[in-house]
């Protein structure tokens, strides 16, 4: 089971991201994906999930209206795109598999290696 | 949004010491509870899952326990590749939270 994310991006303030996860090694539409960000010095901070299999998503609260997430299946890959970037955008976003078709109180069990955003103007 | 808090943020250790690191949920979460390792330049890998359950190939060395709110992740006989720092995550609730980490220096 792998999950290889897209490359590293440099982003000015305003502008936004869109960053991949393609899948492999298992059927993509068995598990929900998380995107999880991790900003230098803080804490790993859930942005939301996809359900592969019926498209349902779940966002935080903190990111509403500022993230999407996606999926192609005949791709076998996740996306997340954020909007309105600003510096404090600046991490580490990971995409992970959920153990769950859909997300119930389930847990995270393979993480893609992550990719680098650097917000600057 | 429940928050986790971690003990010790940082701990130096010696190899074959036994560690114990705690995690603190400001409400209880049952047995929705997990162990993550990260290793420097590495993503998160899953050690433990719910509270106490063991995962196919991480060394019995590491083990957990606990529910509600005060949960235990214990390293016995450490090794010098387990420097890395440890998260707990809850998933009782939404959002999904992680705890601090800890922070392992060999």
């Known amino acids: 089971v792998q999950l290889v994310q897209s490359g590293a991006e440099v982003k000015k303030p305003g502008a936004s991201v869109k960053v991949s996860c393609k899948a492999s090694g298992y059927t993509f539409t068995s598990n929900a994906i998380h995107w999880v960000r991790q900003a230098p010095g803080q804490r790993f901070e859930w942005m939301g999930w996809?359900?592969?299999?019926?498209?349902?998503?779940k966002y935080s609260e903190k990111f509403q209206g500022r993230v999407t997430i996606t999926r192609d299946t005949s791709a076998n890959t996740a996306y997340m795109e954020l909007s309105s970037l600003r510096s404090e955008d600046t991490a580490i976003y990971y995409c992970?598999?959920?153990?769950?078709?859909?997300?119930?109180?389930?847990?995270?069990?393979?993480w893609g290696k992550g990719t680098t955003v650097n917000v600057s103007s | 949004e429940i928050v986790l808090t971690q003990s010790p943020d940082f701990q130096s250790v010696t190899p074959k010491e036994k560690v114990t690191i705690t995690c603190r949920a400001s409400q209880s979460i049952g047995i929705t509870l997990h162990w993550y390792q990260q290793k420097a330049d590495q993503s998160p890998k899953l050690l433990i899952k719910?509270?106490?359950q063991s995962i196919s190939g991480v060394p019995s060395r590491f083990s957990a326990s606990g529910s509600g709110t005060d949960f235990t992740l214990t390293i016995n006989s450490l090794e010098v590749e387990d420097a890395a720092t440890y998260y707990c995550h809850q998933s009782r609730s939404l959002p999904p939270t992680f705890g601090q980490g800890t922070k392992l220096e060999i």
């Open positions: 992970a598999r959920d153990t769950f078709y859909q997300p119930n109180q389930s847990y995270m069990d393979v």
């Open positions: 719910f509270a106490s």
């Open positions: 996809i359900s592969i299999g019926n498209g349902n998503t």
